[in-house]
């Protein structure tokens, strides 16, 4: 019984990740579109594995005698996740680590940690608090206006906790790699995670000088960019430098708040557990 219910799951959750987002929508219902189709198969399968190993091997269930199989699938699945988790966890804290080795300067009332090299690149790494990274040739390339602006989005980052919750994000990208759709998903939110810092960076600097500062980054010499840099261009959610661009000249949409009702589906999350006194 225990290995039909992981199945059904599996199925739903194959269901669901084939479901598209239209581009034609609002960026913030593509936000909670996406968000959901990413995050809720994942974490179902997780309640349910979860479920399947408390009620056990032993016993029945709707009258049909529960077997090993399915504790064996939920078991592997949970012990994966927390490989997943932990490969993640040692990853990070060496990236924070390697921070301290970089020089900080002040920028008013921010502080950043400047990486000597020639690559324009700016990005906040930490966990639930993060630091600034700026490199040289981002400096090199920006005036002081246009670095302020790149410094407004970056801290928009800050007030999101962006990499806070994309750290959980990624730990679940990573153990569900398997379903249909998780690099397609994970780009648009990545994508979506930009829109919306540069549209929370528009509220305190002229939405120009961050556009002139997106092409400025853009049109820069490299020779090769890092693995760890974040392109403009991916096959699979096209140009993203003209998309964020079009964003900031069509800046009409305000930034949405969170709304229950926009995580109500959370709630579903707890429907496996609901089935433990069918178990005996």
């Known amino acids: 019984m225990h290995l039909w219910a992981i199945l059904t799951v599996v199925a739903l959750a194959w269901l669901m990740r084939h479901q598209s987002i239209s581009s034609e929508r609002k960026w913030s219902e593509r936000w909670y579109q996406a968000l959901f189709l990413f995050v809720f198969p994942s974490l179902l399968l997780l309640t349910t594995g979860i479920t399947v190993l408390y ?64 690559l324009p690149y700016s990005a906040q790494i930490g966990f639930w608090h993060s630091e600034l990274i700026i490199s040289r040739g981002l400096i090199t390339v920006l005036d002081e206006a246009h670095l302020a602006a790149v410094i407004a989005h970056e801290q928009a980052h800050v007030h999101y906790r962006d990499t806070f919750w994309f750290f959980w994000l990624g730990w679940i990208r990573s153990f569900t790699f398997w379903l249909p759709q998780t690099e397609i998903l994970w780009q648009e939110l990545l994508l979506l995670r930009e829109l919306r810092a540069d549209r929370k960076a528009a509220e305190s600097v002229d939405f120009l000088l961050l556009a002139e500062s997106l092409l ?65």
């Open 55 to 118: 009620m056990g091997c032993h016993g029945e269930m709707l009258g049909v005698k529960a077997g090993s199989v399915g504790c064996i699938i939920a078991g592997g699945l949970i012990l994966y996740s927390c490989g997943c988790l932990l490969r993640l966890v040692v990853q990070s804290d060496r990236s924070i680590r390697q921070l301290e080795i970089y020089p900080q300067v002040c920028w008013g009332n921010i502080t950043a940690r400047i990486l000597e090299t020639d």
């Open 216 to 280: 400025a980054v853009a049109k820069a010499p490299l020779e090769a960019a890092p693995m760890w840099c974040a392109s403009f261009n991916d096959d699979q959610v096209g140009d993203r430098l003209n998309q964020r661009i079009d964003s900031l000249l069509a800046s009409t949409e305000p930034v949405p708040t969170n709304q229950w009702r926009s995580w109500s589906w959370l709630c579903l999350l707890f429907l496996p557990l609901l089935t433990i006194p069918l178990h005996y």
